[in-house]
């Protein structure tokens, strides 16, 4: 599935979109967040919070800007980054 008809998914509603989205890219999510924070218990609340704020406001992704996964990971990359500075 692309990622323009994903996130046309997302836009409508569709849960099973957000599914699809975590099962395509989670694992790489939480792995960028692990190795920069070192943290098991920050990866997964960062990689939450990523697939949260994606089904929260699903048109905050452009796909004709990039990949789902490149929003993604730029989107863990900032809260990762957050993350480490405060402790």
Do not use: N
């Not at 098991?40 to 992704?61: D, G, K, R």
């Amino acid at each position: 599935m692309s990622d323009m008809d994903l996130c046309a998914r997302l836009t409508a509603g569709d849960l099973e979109a957000l599914a699809d989205a975590y099962d395509q890219h989670g694992s790489h999510v939480y792995g960028i967040a692990a190795t920069i924070t070192g943290s098991q218990e920050h990866a997964e609340e960062i990689t939450q919070s990523v697939f949260v704020a994606l089904w929260e406001q699903p048109l905050s992704y452009d796909p004709s800007l990039g990949s789902l996964r490149g929003w993604l990971v730029s989107r863990a990359l900032h809260e990762s980054a957050l993350r480490s500075k405060v402790g």
